[in-house]
């Protein structure tokens, strides 16, 4: 049995909309279909209680893990004052982070010889590791199982198109009212991000409806300093973290709109739209020189783009419209690999691993390859291959080694990595379905799709 949940339309029915969720525990647990099955279903948890999954709790485990990073941090700075006997202020400050260390209840080096302080030291260090193994271990069969807590993480004031998760952020990409920056567990975004182009003016678009805003983001990242999005009628905007606009330019031709998408690594930014792929070094557009200092990369492909996503090491992937996908070089755009005809449709969704490449269709299939950086497109493995009942729009890697895909048959679906094996899927979500998005750890998921709602899925249990 698949679980139903709702959909939202707007920020002043939150509470609402919250309310509508069913209550669980761990004797009554909805569940996640897998066709056929007979024995272990997956299972998808839904907690009774309203709000952002899990916040106390994350913040419980954020502050043992800074107390921990903290302890570290002096035991570090006291080990190189024992070395340094010159200077009263070392000393003072050396004894006051003794006090302190001793107050965590772990002994205070004054009481301790060096052996004893440094084997505390390395105590310490073990007891962390092996509570973020376990802590890992747990996030990782959650996934092999199906099972999550899943809450509401934002409502927008207009259709949510993108989402990306960033620490205890989401960026929300809108279909007319620009990127809009969330805390975890906030009703009101903190940020806004507006971008050009005129709302009311319809491009073509690769769903269901057809048609988009020009202003529609389709494409998100962040650099840990700069916002960088893509829109439907080809523009890529990018801004500095305090919203300071330092790119706005269209990528294909303005008579010729097709969805721009990007990607940012460390200091490259890669824009594509139709046939044109465009790079930036990033701290060129954040520095103060002339224009001419700004002027990008660009090449021309055998296709239009329908998808762009990070390569092997110093590349990116392209999957184009006649279903060829492209490996190119960051630094300077030249082909490092190609697989003509990989797919009989557009390919609109990559993923590369370290030995895998997936790729799913605009028709819904899914495609697992045996791929290596420096194997030649043709000598690719095909491993394995899955459908979804339309248009694959994100590929993405879920813990315990399972792969992600959402697709606009309104279902994400999770796969065993190394068999193609369904594990279970999770529905309704809405034809317009075009992102999921992974915390570092794989422990948070956060998905658009349901109107105006993101969800999240936290598959940890902290």
Known sequence: ????????????????????????????????????ATTALATLLVPASAGFVGLAARRR?????????KWCAKLTRLTCSRSDKDGDEGSKASKEERNDIQDTGAGGPDELDDAAFFAAFRKRAQEVEQQEMERQGVVDRNWQAGRADVKVGAVANDWVRRVILVDDELFVGTATRGVQRYGLGSDEPRQFFPVSGDPTRSVPADH????????????????GRCLFAGLAGGRVHAWREDGTLLLDTVVCPENFARPCFVYVHENMLIAAAGEAVMRWHVDELESDESDGAKQPARIKVNGNVHSLAAGFEGSFALGLEDGTLEVRSLEHLNLLSRRAGAHRFAISAVLVTA?????????????????????PGEDWEKL?????????????????????????DSFIRVWNA??????????????????????????????????????????SED
């Not at 030995?355 to 290596?372: F, H, P």
């Open 1 to 36: 049995m698949e679980a139903a949940l709702p959909s939202c339309t707007h920020r002043s029915v939150l509470a609402n909309h919250l309310s509508k969720l069913p209550a669980s525990s761990s004797q009554d647990q909805a569940q996640l279909g897998l066709p056929g």
């Open 61 to 69: 485990v954020w502050s043992k893990a800074k107390r921990s990073e």
């Open 208 to 223: 269901q409806a057809e048609y988009d805003p020009e202003t529609s983001v389709t494409s998100i990242a962040w650099s």
């Open 355 to 375: 030995e895998q490449i997936l790729t799913g269709d605009a028709a819904g299939n899914l495609v697992s390859w045996r791929a290596g950086a420096a194997m």
């Open 384 to 408: 394995w291959q899955r459908e979804h009942r339309g248009r694959v729009v994100a590929i993405s890697q879920g813990g315990g080694e399972v792969i992600v895909s959402a697709a606009l």
């Open 418 to 459: 190394e068999s193609g094996d369904l594990l279970f899927a999770i529905p309704e979500h809405r034809v317009w379905l075009g992102s999921l998005s992974m915390s570092p750890d794989c422990s948070l998921m956060a998905t658009d799709g349901r109107d105006n709602a993101v969800y999240l899925y936290r598959f």
